[in-house]
């Protein structure tokens, strides 16, 4: 019984891929309302400057942030691709247990571990204006999904774990696919002093205590969005191009370039349960 | 015994010569094939056998490109040269019948002798015969008759005759010429036709209409004339621009690599870099973006394109319209749609960025008077060429899950800011596009 189940699900995920695969504009492209939604009152006010914060993080908040990052580089489309670790329907996931941290984390404090790790910078004030107005977005974004309702297309998908990496060839995967944005030394992409593509690795990238410095987290998260304008799959044209392979290859040729250390990384997974893949 | 070395010295003698010259022929035809582009008709999509078989929707119906390869049964293997040359000048086939004229005979009436030759021994020795029958046209009668063809290429088709050489120009000119009225038959997309589908113009001393821009299954053939938006602009010692229009470099860069610092090929003109213009030598394409740099300021008696304003007032509203943005002020539902769908790639101040995201300012395809095309690509997206300079076809995906509201409300916003003053984009328009294209771009 369990294997005709097992067996369903396949069927049903190879016909999802196919259909999508052939009719790529038909999937809803979009999870979460669209921004026409935004009520035209004080409240929508703050639910746009929260989205703008999260969004133009680098260029908004720039006492804040440390790196050429926005919220929005790794949750594409504003928060709302499936599978880009959406922001749609955090809300009612948290607080929820984090073994990073041995404990229950809030949606507030999770964010700023973005913050410290991923933008590589400072804690905003839980009471300020501008956490406030990031979560007011998030909770908007989140009205859809009461408690318990699945958000299809939350977090970031998954790899084969059993994959060994070959980061000689992720060099080779990143040349051919990923350069022509993010450069060739990884350096991401400026135009008139505002940053385009993000740098990959080196000073101004995420840190070593990002999830993103993990090989296999950032594996699944490039197989599953990169690269983007590769396909005519809405919103962005985005990911499924390379095999599990090649995103494990390449994951784990960007993510051990040289990038910032993390303070307080001695303080993480206090209860044990360290992922293979953490760097320290 | 004296008799057989006598031939085989003769044999000796002419044959090493001759196959160098045939050798030599075949590969200057070869280049001459791809100037003209013929692989993009004659072979079926993704395949590169020239037997024929890709259809084509004409008013009148179905009609099907010929199998073009030295096959004696099915292809063109019996043709003598004469025969050839006429199929190819003058739209005759061997047995007397005209062809439609799909077939760009009125500009490849212009080949010169000697390329003809070369083309002739490239089609006859230079790729394989493929037994592939020509599929018969799915026209209804009375269309389907041919003889009034021969009344229409009497009436529209030029006399065949060989380019002539402009004495008042230089060589680079008239081989720009040479290429873009003939072979490259640029004018079969890019100028507008009459009511029996002649072109209105085939030199540019036929008046403002010659590359004045037109409406081209169900995409829009920009406007090659220097008209100030995207035109060529007229060599300058320094080789810059005059204030919106493309260099002749950023001109060559597009031809030859599909994209340029401003733009990117889509629709059909995906297929003309691909297949054509890739290959052409840097002095060919020079000189053809040399020619079309010289129309200057020639604009066509009904411009497709929207005039630009005065360079101040645009600079003061592109610099309005992109700190609106940067502030989050969107005025219009179509600004908020551009945030949310489009600013990401075509970022806030809509200049893309050089080489992958096409600038939305400054662009003819934005500016035209007809947004078919514009709405066409945001339906159903689009894929830059391949080419041997750029392997990563970047891709615009498809936004058909947009309303038909939503993308004239945002396309509306792209014509109206950063300076751009084109014509709102009306729902009916979307929906108009909407229902010419396959069932996937259903909302």
């Given at each position: 019984?369990?294997?005709?189940?097992?067996?369903?699900?396949?069927?049903?995920?190879?016909?999802?891929?196919?259909?999508?695969?052939?009719?790529?504009?038909s999937?809803?492209?979009?999870?979460?309302?669209?921004?026409?939604?935004?009520?035209?009152?004080?409240q929508?006010?703050?639910?746009?400057?929260?989205?703008?914060?999260?969004?133009?993080?680098?260029?908004l908040?720039?006492?804040?942030?440390?790196?050429?990052?926005?919220?929005t580089?790794?949750?594409?489309?504003?928060?709302?691709?499936?599978?880009?670790s959406?922001?749609?329907?955090?809300?009612?996931?948290?607080?929820s247990?984090?073994p990073?941290?041995?404990?229950?984390?809030?949606?507030?404090?999770?964010?700023?571990?973005?913050?410290?790790?991923?933008?590589?910078?400072?804690?905003?004030?839980?009471?300020?204006?501008?956490?406030?107005?990031?979560?007011?977005?998030?909770?908007?974004?989140?009205?859809?999904?009461?408690?318990?309702k699945?958000v299809?297309?939350?977090?970031?998908?998954?790899?084969?774990?059993?994959?060994?990496?070959?980061?000689?060839?992720?060099?080779?995967?990143?040349?051919?696919?990923?350069?022509?944005?993010?450069?060739?030394?990884?350096?991401?992409?400026?135009?008139?002093?505002e940053?385009v593509f993000?740098?990959?690795?080196?000073?101004?990238?995420?840190?070593?205590?990002?999830?993103?410095?993990?090989?296999?987290?950032?594996?699944?998260?490039?197989?599953?969005?990169?690269?983007?304008?590769?396909?005519?799959?809405?919103?962005?044209?985005?990911?499924?191009?390379?095999?599990?392979?090649?995103?494990?290859?390449?994951?784990?040729?960007?993510?051990?370039?040289?990038?910032?250390?993390?303070?307080?990384?001695?303080?993480?997974?206090?209860?044990?349960?360290?992922?293979a893949?953490a760097?320290? | 015994?004296?008799?057989?070395?006598?031939?085989?010295?003769?044999?000796?003698?002419?044959?090493?010569?001759?196959?160098?010259?045939d050798?030599?022929?075949?590969?200057?035809?070869?280049?001459?094939?791809?100037?003209?582009?013929?692989i993009?008709?004659?072979a079926?999509?993704?395949?590169?056998?020239?037997?024929?078989g890709?259809?084509?929707?004409?008013?009148?119906?179905?009609i099907?490109?010929?199998?073009i390869?030295?096959?004696?049964?099915?292809?063109?293997?019996?043709?003598?040269?004469?025969?050839?040359?006429?199929?190819?000048?003058?739209?005759?086939?061997?047995?007397g019948?005209?062809?439609?004229?799909?077939?760009?005979?009125?500009?490849?009436?212009?080949?010169?002798?000697?390329?003809?030759?070369?083309?002739?021994?490239?089609?006859?020795?230079?790729?394989?015969?493929?037994?592939?029958?020509?599929?018969?046209?799915?026209?209804?009668w009375?269309?389907?008759?041919?003889?009034?063809?021969?009344?229409?290429?009497?009436?529209?088709?030029?006399?065949?005759?060989?380019?002539?050489?402009?004495?008042?120009q230089?060589a680079?000119?008239?081989?720009?010429?040479?290429?873009v009225?003939?072979?490259?038959?640029?004018?079969?997309?890019?100028?507008?036709?009459?009511?029996?589908?002649?072109?209105?113009?085939?030199t540019?001393?036929?008046?403002?209409?010659?590359?004045?821009?037109?409406?081209?299954d169900?995409?829009?053939?920009?406007?090659?004339?220097?008209?100030?938006i995207?035109?060529?602009?007229?060599?300058?010692?320094?080789?810059?621009?005059?204030?919106?229009?493309?260099?002749?470099?950023?001109?060559?860069?597009?031809?030859?690599?599909?994209?340029?610092?401003?733009?990117?090929?889509?629709?059909?003109?995906?297929?003309?870099?691909?297949?054509?213009?890739?290959?052409?030598?840097?002095?060919?394409?020079?000189?053809?973006?040399?020619?079309?740099?010289?129309?200057?300021?020639?604009?066509?008696?009904?411009?497709?394109?929207?005039?630009?304003?005065?360079?101040?007032?645009?600079?003061?509203?592109?610099?309005?319209?992109?700190?609106?943005?940067?502030?989050?002020?969107?005025?219009?539902?179509g600004?908020?749609?551009?945030?949310?769908?489009?600013?990401?790639?075509?970022?806030?101040?809509?200049?893309?960025?050089?080489?992958?995201?096409p600038?939305?300012?400054?662009?003819?395809?934005?500016?035209?008077?007809?947004?078919?095309?514009?709405?066409?690509?945001?339906?159903?997206?689009g894929?830059?060429?391949?080419?041997q300079?750029?392997?990563?076809?970047?891709?615009?995906?498809?936004?058909?899950?947009?309303?038909?509201?939503?993308?004239?409300?945002?396309?509306?916003?792209?014509?109206?800011?950063?300076?751009?003053?084109?014509?709102?984009?009306?729902?009916?328009?979307?929906?108009?596009?909407?229902?010419?294209l396959?069932?996937?771009?259903?909302?």
């Amino acid at each position: 019984m369990k294997q005709y189940t097992k067996m369903m699900s396949a069927m049903a995920m190879l016909f999802w891929f196919a259909s999508s695969a052939l009719s790529p504009a038909s999937a809803a492209a979009l999870l979460g309302p669209g921004d026409r939604m935004i009520p035209d009152n004080e409240q929508g006010k703050i639910i746009r400057q929260g989205q703008r914060l999260l969004s133009d993080t680098r260029r908004l908040l720039p006492q804040y942030v440390g790196a050429e990052m926005n919220c929005t580089s790794c949750h594409l489309s504003q928060g709302k691709l499936a599978f880009s670790s959406p922001f749609v329907g955090l809300s009612q996931k948290y607080p929820s247990y984090n073994p990073r941290a041995g404990r229950d984390v809030t949606l507030t404090e999770r964010i700023n571990g973005c913050m410290l790790r991923s933008m590589n910078g400072k804690k905003l004030a839980p009471d300020s204006a501008e956490m406030r107005a990031m979560l007011a977005y998030i909770n908007w974004l989140s009205a859809d999904y009461p408690a318990g309702k699945k958000v299809e297309g939350a977090g970031i998908g998954t790899i084969n774990k059993n994959l060994k990496p070959d980061s000689v060839h992720g060099k080779l995967v990143y040349q051919r696919a990923c350069a022509v944005c993010h450069g060739d030394e990884g350096q991401g992409l400026q135009r008139k002093g505002e940053m385009v593509f993000p740098p990959l690795w080196g000073e101004h990238s995420f840190n070593i205590g990002a999830g993103m410095a993990r090989t296999y987290t950032a594996a699944a998260w490039v197989k599953q969005n990169m690269p983007l304008a590769a396909g005519l799959n809405a919103p962005l044209g985005q990911g499924k191009v390379l095999t599990d392979q090649e995103a494990l290859d390449v994951a784990e040729y960007f993510t051990h370039q040289p990038r910032p250390d993390f303070p307080g990384k001695e303080n993480d997974w206090p209860k044990g349960g360290k992922p293979a893949d953490a760097r320290y | 015994m004296r008799r057989f070395s006598l031939l085989a010295a003769l044999l000796l003698a002419v044959f090493p010569a001759l196959a160098a010259t045939d050798t030599a022929a075949i590969k200057r035809g070869e280049y001459l094939a791809r100037a003209g582009d013929c692989i993009a008709c004659h072979a079926r999509p993704g395949t590169t056998s020239m037997s024929g078989g890709r259809g084509f929707e004409t008013p009148v119906g179905m009609i099907y490109a010929t199998n073009i390869t030295p096959d004696k049964q099915t292809g063109i293997g019996l043709y003598s040269y004469a025969e050839f040359a006429k199929a190819v000048r003058a739209g005759i086939r061997r047995d007397g019948a005209p062809l439609y004229p799909a077939m760009p005979y009125p500009s490849y009436a212009r080949i010169s002798e000697a390329d003809m030759q070369d083309l002739y021994a490239y089609f006859m020795q230079g790729i394989p015969a493929v037994r592939q029958e020509n599929r018969k046209v799915d026209i209804p009668w009375p269309f389907s008759m041919r003889w009034p063809l021969h009344l229409w290429i009497r009436a529209f088709a030029p006399k065949p005759q060989a380019y002539v050489a402009d004495p008042g120009q230089d060589a680079r000119w008239n081989r720009g010429a040479y290429l873009v009225q003939g072979l490259a038959h640029c004018g079969a997309c890019h100028t507008p036709r009459g009511i029996a589908y002649q072109e209105k113009a085939l030199t540019e001393k036929d008046g403002r209409d010659f590359l004045a821009g037109a409406s081209v299954d169900g995409w829009f053939a920009n406007s090659l004339r220097n008209d100030g938006i995207a035109g060529v602009t007229p060599l300058r010692k320094d080789g810059s621009s005059s204030g919106r229009s493309w260099t002749q470099d950023d001109f060559i860069v597009f031809l030859k690599t599909g994209r340029n610092n401003h733009s990117a090929a889509f629709g059909a003109m995906v297929d003309v870099v691909e297949h054509s213009m890739q290959y052409l030598r840097t002095d060919d394409v020079e000189a053809i973006a040399y020619y079309l740099s010289t129309f200057n300021g020639g604009r066509a008696a009904s411009p497709a394109t929207v005039t630009a304003p005065v360079a101040s007032a645009t600079a003061a509203k592109t610099q309005t319209s992109t700190a609106d943005l940067a502030a989050g002020l969107y005025r219009s539902a179509g600004a908020v749609s551009y945030m949310e769908h489009c600013a990401a790639c075509h970022r806030k101040d809509g200049e893309g960025v050089e080489r992958i995201f096409p600038a939305l300012t400054s662009s003819q395809s934005v500016l035209n008077r007809s947004a078919d095309a514009l709405i066409r690509i945001v339906l159903q997206g689009g894929r830059m060429p391949v080419t041997q300079h750029d392997q990563i076809a970047l891709a615009m995906p498809a936004l058909a899950t947009l309303s038909d509201q939503e993308i004239a409300d945002v396309l509306s916003f792209v014509r109206s800011s950063w300076g751009n003053q084109a014509p709102q984009v009306r729902v009916s328009d979307v929906s108009r596009v909407r229902k010419t294209l396959v069932p996937a771009a259903k909302p």
